[in-house]
């Protein structure tokens, strides 16, 4: 496990990546980052001695799917249960953190459309925020 540093956003926040090592200071990420920026599935980085990434050294092709869920919503349940059905129709690998965040993984080649219109609707009612990071 390695971290990312988010302080850039919030002071000392981090986000723990799991990882596959390569050699002493390269990493392959091996989970689907919630918050991480520029890093997807299987992308290869650097860290420094802090065990900090440092560096992308090479992209995977990977694509990263985000939601965010709107917790005082009213529909914030309906949202969850929606998109979970959608993320899991779709064989695509997903994780959820707290019920509240979606990370979906978009392999090279994969289409976001089956997601797309439903995110869209639910952005505009107010129910969550989404973006799609490479």
Known sequence: MIHADLSDRQD??????????????????????????GICYRDVVTID??????????????????????????????????????????????EWLRGTYLAIDLPPGSDEAPFVETLESLAQAGTLHWEIDS
């Open 49 to 94: 001695s802090n065990h900090l990434v440092n560096k992308v050294v090479l992209k995977s092709g990977h694509r990263t799917l985000r939601v965010a869920l709107v917790v005082e919503h009213a529909d914030r349940d309906h949202a969850h249960e929606l998109l979970h059905g959608k993320a899991v129709g779709t064989g695509l690998p997903h």
């Open 12 to 37: 000392g926040w981090r986000e723990q990546l799991w990882t596959r090592q390569l050699t002493e200071d390269t990493f392959e990420v091996a989970c689907l980052p919630f918050f991480t920026y």
